[in-house]
């Protein structure tokens, strides 16, 4: 994953909470603890990633 560009959720507060950070990656997007960024990633396929959103959402 080297040069991948993370950004914060947007429901990521300021206040310490949990904090979770995307790359978009060219077919996956990956997924990793803000407040370990050294620490393990997970990767997703993007068709599965829409699909664990739109489950979130609801």
Same mark, same amino acid.
């Given at each position: 994953?080297?040069? /991948? #560009?993370?950004?914060?959720?947007?429901?990521?507060?300021?206040?310490?909470?949990?904090?979770?950070?995307?790359? !978009?990656?060219?077919?996956?997007? /990956? #997924?990793?603890?803000?407040?370990?960024?050294?620490?393990?990633?997970?990767?997703?396929?993007?068709?599965?990633? !829409?699909?664990?959103?739109?489950?979130?959402?609801?």
């Amino acid at each position: 994953m080297t040069g /991948a #560009v993370w950004r914060k959720s947007s429901c990521t507060t300021s206040n310490g909470g949990n904090c979770v950070e995307l790359a !978009s990656l060219p077919d996956n997007v /990956a #997924v990793r603890d803000s407040k370990d960024p050294d620490g393990p990633r997970l990767v997703f396929g993007r068709r599965a990633f !829409s699909v664990f959103l739109t489950g979130v959402k609801r």
